[in-house]
């Protein structure tokens, strides 16, 4: 009765050793010491067993230690049966054998996690497939990128346009209307830039295209629509006086 208890008491904690296992390896290794210790119990030698099993030496060898290697079902049944292993430690020894199967097939079928790579800081554009990295100054440097916020007239704040794009690589106006998903014509974005045409703040459709366009995130958009609303509402403000 009292041996009864005592395996059942093992096999509960084997089952939550089990639930806590991650890994093949650990079920392999929690096999290999159960096996050890019935092996141990019976006061088998590696010749005892060679000749009770019919097993290679270096077979048992590699399964009592648990050298990363999950032997087969027959191996493991031949085992316990030559050390007259009692019913509970078998069924607990084929438990964690078929977990140790299950773990290895599932980590077989896990796909590969990314491997992590240590990239320059960068921001992308936003809303379009073909994407313009577009890298942050060096830290240590003054930041060159310009700063729209320091516009207070149209002027500034086309020059200040004009200045972006030479700091995103200076990309063609083709590239940058085809790198905002289109969202203005060619055109419009030309003449908006043109820096012999008569001064006018564009509108906020252009500023979003060319900034997109170039390069630029959620974060840079937004700087720039401050921007574009301060001077815009500084005009409306002048009219209605």
Known sequence: MEDAQSDQVALQRALVTRTLAGSEHVATQMLAEELRRIVLARGMSIPELVQATGLPPSILQRVLRGQS??????????????????????HRLMATWEMAVALRKSEKERPAAPVATERAPRWTTVGT???????????????????????????????????FQVW????????????????????TLSEAL????????????????????????EKCLARWSTAWRRIRMGQAKRTTD
């Open 194 to 217: 043109n820096p012999n045409k008569p001064a006018r703040l564009p509108s906020m459709k252009v500023v979003t295209a060319f900034i997109i366009g170039c390069g630029g995130n």
């Open 69 to 90: 290697w999950l032997p087969s079902r027959r191996v493991i049944s031949t085992l316990l049966k030559a050390c007259h292993a009692h019913p509970a430690q078998v």
């Open 168 to 187: 995103a690589y200076d990309p063609s106006y083709g590239e940058i209307v085809r790198r905002s998903g289109r969202r203005v014509a060619v055109s």
């Open 129 to 163: 497939s073909d994407r313009q990295e577009v890298f942050r100054d060096v830290p240590s440097q003054d930041d060159l990128e310009p700063d729209p916020l320091k516009a207070s007239t149209k002027e500034e704040f086309l020059q200040c346009m004009r200045d």
